[in-house]
């Protein structure tokens, strides 16, 4: 059964850049569709970016287009948040997840997604 680890969270000042990584063990992302999502405290975990099965398209939250960019790897095993200009609110826990089916397309809610790493803290100061 495949499992999800993300990493690259940490500390960071406003303005500054981040790379988060989702690696992927026990299979691989291969025909499978991949968001990133994050949860602030108090707050519902919402969609981030996501990038479908082909690896062609991708899409973000208004929040944060033009600063993040989601990519993967040839191998098909990490899938990456690279992130610019992080500003205060971006300060969450951030998660990966595959979609639960093979071949389907993008979608923003997270009933859509499973399995799901256990998470990354992003935290942006002032």
């Known amino acids: 059964q495949v499992q999800l680890t993300e990493s690259g969270g940490g500390l960071v000042q406003e303005g500054g850049s981040l790379r988060l990584s989702c690696a992927a063990s026990?299979?691989?992302?291969?025909?499978?569709?991949v968001g990133w999502f994050r949860q602030a405290p108090g707050k519902e975990r919402q969609f981030v970016a996501a990038?479908?099965?082909?690896?062609?398209?991708?899409h973000y939250a208004s929040s944060v287009k033009d600063r993040f960019t989601i990519s993967g790897d040839n191998a098909e095993t990490t899938v990456y948040l690279q992130m610019h200009s992080l500003k205060l609110e971006d300060t969450a826990v951030y998660y990966c997840?595959?979609?639960?089916?093979?071949?389907?397309?993008?979608?923003?809610?997270?009933?859509?997604?499973?399995?799901w790493g256990q998470g990354t803290q992003v935290t942006v100061s002032s």
């Open positions: 990038i479908s099965w082909s690896g062609t398209y991708t």
């Open positions: 026990g299979g691989t992302f291969s025909r499978y569709a």
């Open positions: 997840a595959r979609k639960r089916r093979h071949y389907s397309e993008i979608t923003l809610e997270p009933s859509d997604y499973t399995p």
